[in-house]
T-cell receptor
Framework: DGGITQSPKYLFRKEGQNVTLSCEQN?????MYWYRQDPGQGLRLIYY???????QKGDIAEGYSVSREKKESFPLTVTSAQKNPTAFYLC?????????????FGPGTRLTVT | KNQVEQSPQSLIILEGKNCTLQ??????????LRWYKQDTGRGPVSLTI?????NTKSNGRYTATLDADTKQSSLHITASQLSDSASYIC??????????FGKGTRLHILP
């Protein structure tokens, strides 16, 4: 059963704590992405990776960190430096060859920081 | 400026009726345009993709159109069903692979 999974679905943290969101895919995709979705706004790119051990900052990388040690996994850490961490976080993956390649999204993690 | 504007922000229609969602973009240089459906609390799922040379593409009850000259796209839903209640997101990719997301149209289907 191929797909992209995120865990947990809901996450609650106290302000000042770092938290790591999981993203795993078994689609054999080279590229993986992290987006943040806030009410009334389009998805915003946090980080992306096109190959293992390499990743680039997206439009809103401040306060976040990632790693890409395995092709299948692209965890996102929301650090205490992120000023407004409460949001819906979406992970996606895609092939990297051909411009018609589709991004496949995970089910998302809703993070609430109080 | 590379932007994707969707209208309306939200739409309420009765089950069985048709509706059309709009997407205007200023993204350049254009590569392709996708429509995604996002159920509440879930990740987006692709409905259609359209390239510069394509005018119309259908996926079941969903029909997307693209006018690359006026930089407009629409998504028409025929004979709406309760399961069509979702957000519909227009996404434009540039030739340098940068992806720009619209804010989405929230569609509510009433029984």
């Amino acid at each position: 059963d191929g797909g992209i999974t995120q865990s947990p679905k809901y996450l609650f943290r106290k302000e000042g704590q770092n938290v790591t969101l999981s993203c795993e895919q078994n689609l054999n995709h080279d590229a993986m992405y992290w987006y943040r979705q806030d009410p009334g706004q389009g998805l915003r790119l946090i980080y992306y990776s096109q190959i293992v051990n390499d990743f680039q900052k997206g439009d809103i990388a401040e306060g976040y960190s990632v790693s890409r040690e395995k092709k299948e996994s692209f965890p996102l850490t929301v650090t205490s430096a992120q000023k407004n961490p409460t949001a819906f976080y979406l992970c996606a993956s895609s092939l990297t060859s051909g411009r018609s390649y589709e991004q496949y999204f995970g089910p998302g993690t809703r993070l609430t920081v109080t | 400026k590379n932007q994707v504007e969707q209208s309306p922000q939200s739409l309420i229609i009765l089950e069985g009726k048709n509706c059309t969602l709009q997407c205007n973009y200023t993204v350049s240089p254009f590569s392709n345009l996708r429509w995604y459906k996002q159920d509440t609390g879930r990740g987006p799922v692709s409905l259609t993709i359209m390239t510069f040379s394509e005018n119309t593409k259908s996926n079941g009850r969903y029909t997307a159109t693209l006018d690359a000259d006026t930089k407009q796209s629409s998504l028409h839903i025929t004979a709406s069903q309760l399961s069509d209640s979702a957000s519909y997101i227009c996404v434009v990719r540039r030739r340098d692979d940068k992806i720009i997301f619209g804010k989405g149209t929230r569609l509510h289907i009433l029984p």
